[in-house]
């Protein structure tokens, strides 16, 4: 079985974002980046089922700058077999990324391909989906499981999704509760939150990631079309939160929901 | 060899993440039941840092100097126990690989990359720290063997550890008495006895001990590289790269005092406004930040010019002199700045300014340091 993984380079979730005075961006001076939290999660989930199959191979791919490399050799580092990145310095939307993740699915010949739910960038939450619609091929979003992320089989490294006979079974979160999912494989899953912790990196696995393969591939040689089909206009920080009111009494707490915020 | 900067940068985030997750919520817990972080130690083997300086044959990852030195910066932000935990075990590989054997080598280092064997390192007697050739521990030779007899103080990691290397007068009679010190490299067995665990003041957690030989036998193929009379030369090649560790820790200590400061500086108000707004804060934070950052210079400086194979002894005192001042000072000021809180065990200021003193005295106190910079400096300048 070969499971393809994207990976995207996104800016430290635990950083502080800065949008640009004329709002065409962020301010990127000192920022640093990570692999999506949500592609790692994947990543570990494919890592699991190689383990637990013995016979997976496991690609990395990603669209971006040659700088995420960086964030491909951490996914290698982690036990991924080796890489391919797609170097584009322009800015592509999502259906661009997914008709590319399309080429590399086919060229490859994988038979399962997961994606974080979204980056947490733009939090689009768009690429699998369309990808699975390109490819013509069963999709879950927002993988999880039943198992909490403190128990036993979390911690033995179980995978979340099981795979056997030519089907995945995948729990994904919905509102309000749990759905378990079958569909056959190939097929495109997009992973959420609480299905697993990822590992990070040992040391011997960094040093070992240098000598995998990682191969760039020039966003032009794909055929593939990537013509924006959208523009980002502007970007606005989120409003200044404003202070909270502290009250004196449950009382006075139920009737401040009831009368004023009227959520009661 | 030196460890390229994108394996640097990646192997100094990853241990950035696994203090920041699994070692910052539980170091102050720990660390005030003064309990030895069994769990913690576990993954500083799985994450292969008990090879971090050890060569990739024998199965380490062969960092160099500048590396290792952050990679214990990021663990000091933490707790700085845990730096305690790999040095003297680096140590030994370190005497190890510079001076061993091939046949010791092959015999250990593999063990000590996997973490299967701790090492310890028996240096320091009770009336002997830096004054190395007083030492009175004595090696005799019977057979295939040698007889050590004698009392080691302030061993770190003594209990814990399966592997010792133990300075012993094989020569008592020759003139300097430091040609007369022989290194050994010894199992943990019959003979052999760890005595009781001091109380510190800081430091907490990792034990340190007195270690006691009676008769302890050790055979003729583990006197570090097979010839009597070389220990002094053994323990002092080793003093630049510990210098290195103990102004990385420093670095580390004081960086997480700082954090701790301005995060507080600017919840706390009085007067109506943050106190992070006062200039008698903004003044403090700037002097800290400061000194902190030069002090992190001067130790990156001095393991570089390690990793280009220079010597360093007067780099590698100074950044050990001004870190350790700077953390001890740094440490103080956020006391201040947390002002009764830093005082409670709520915060881990109190931890910091407990474990601050131990560089200051720790490898060579600030004023053998000093000594031995301005004498080095002497010969540097000589008219």
Redesign the interface.
């Known amino acids: 079985m070969k499971i393809l993984v994207t990976v995207k380079r996104v800016p430290d979730p635990n950083a502080s974002i800065k949008v640009k005075p004329d709002g065409t961006g962020i301010i990127t001076d000192n920022l640093k980046y990570v692999v999506n939290p949500f592609d790692e999660i994947a990543i570990e989930e494919a890592l699991r089922l190689k383990e637990k199959s013995g016979g997976a191979e496991v690609v990395l791919v990603s669209v971006g700058s040659k700088t995420a490399q960086e964030q491909l050799r951490t996914g290698l580092a982690m036990g991924a077999d080796r890489a391919i990145l797609v170097v584009a310095e322009q800015e592509l939307d999502s259906l661009a990324v997914a008709r590319i993740f399309h080429k590399l699915v086919q060229d490859e010949k994988a038979d399962l391909v997961l994606l974080g739910k979204q980056a947490i960038d733009d939090d689009a939450n768009q690429t699998g989906q369309m990808l699975a619609a390109l490819l013509g091929w069963p999709q879950a979003t927002f993988a999880s499981k039943t198992d909490s992320l403190e128990s036993e089989a979390e911690k033995s490294g179980t995978p979340g999704i099981q795979i056997s006979g030519g089907a995945a079974k995948v729990v994904r979160e919905v509102d309000g509760g749990l759905e378990t999912l079958e569909l056959p494989v190939p097929a495109v899953i997009t992973v959420d939150l609480r299905l697993n912790v990822p590992r990070y990196a040992s040391l011997p696995g960094i040093m070992k990631a240098r000598k995998k393969e990682l191969k760039e591939l020039a966003i032009d040689s794909l055929g593939v079309d990537v013509k924006p089909k959208l523009k980002i206009l502007r970007l606005d920080p989120p409003p200044k939160r404003q202070a909270g009111r502290k009250v004196g009494s449950v009382q006075e707490l139920v009737q401040a929901l009831h009368n004023e915020a009227k959520v009661i | 060899m030196t460890t390229?900067q994108?394996?640097r940068?990646?192997?100094v985030s990853?241990?950035r993440?696994?203090v920041e997750r699994e070692v910052m919520p539980v170091a102050s817990e720990l660390e005030h039941r003064n309990e030895y972080p069994h769990a913690l130690v576990k993954r500083l083997k799985?994450?292969?840092?008990f090879?971090?300086t050890i060569p990739?044959e024998y199965g380490g990852?062969d960092l160099d100097v500048t590396t290792y030195a952050m990679v214990v910066e990021e663990l000091c932000k933490g707790w700085m126990s845990l730096s305690g935990v790999l040095n003297t075990h680096l140590m030994l590989a370190f005497m190890l690989k510079t001076h061993g054997s091939d046949e010791q080598k092959r015999r250990y280092l593999p063990g000590m990359a996997s973490g299967e064997h701790h090492g310890a390192l028996c240096l320091t007697e009770p009336h002997a720290g830096s004054d190395v050739q007083r030492i009175r521990t004595t090696a005799v030779r019977r057979g295939d063997d040698y007889i050590l007899n004698g009392s080691k103080m302030f061993i770190t990691n003594a209990r814990s550890a399966t592997l010792y290397a133990i300075a012993a007068k094989t020569d008592n009679k020759i003139d300097p008495p430091y040609k007369g010190i022989s290194m050994f490299v010894g199992e943990k067995g019959p003979g052999l006895s760890v005595g009781r665990d001091l109380e510190k003041l800081g430091y907490k957690g990792i034990e340190t001990c007195e270690v006691h030989m009676e008769d302890y036998r050790v055979p003729l193929t583990n006197l570090l590289g097979g010839k009597e009379g070389q220990g002094f030369f053994h323990v002092m090649s080793g003093l630049e790269v510990g210098r290195i560790n103990i102004a990385a820790r420093a670095v580390g200590v004081a960086s997480a005092a700082f954090h701790q400061a301005i995060r507080y500086a600017q919840q706390r108000e009085t007067f109506g406004k943050p106190i992070a707004e006062h200039q008698a804060i903004q003044l403090k934070l700037a002097d800290m930040a400061t000194k902190i950052e030069a002090a992190r210079l001067l130790t990156y400086a001095a393991a570089d010019k390690k990793d280009r194979g220079e010597r360093c002894d007067v780099e590698a005192g100074m950044a050990k002199l001004f870190s350790s001042e700077t953390c001890l000072e740094v440490a103080t000021e956020a006391m201040r700045i947390l002002g009764g809180y830093g005082y409670t065990n709520e915060f881990p200021v109190e931890r910091y300014y407990r474990d601050a003193p131990l560089m200051i005295i720790g490898e060579g106190t600030n004023e053998i340091q000093r000594l031995v910079i301005a004498k080095q400096l002497l010969q540097r300048h000589k008219i």
Do not use: S
Request: charged letters at 30%; zero cysteines; glycine letters at 12%.
């Open positions: 390229p994108d394996v940068e990646e192997i990853t241990v993440r696994f799985e994450l292969g840092l090879g971090a990739q990852l």
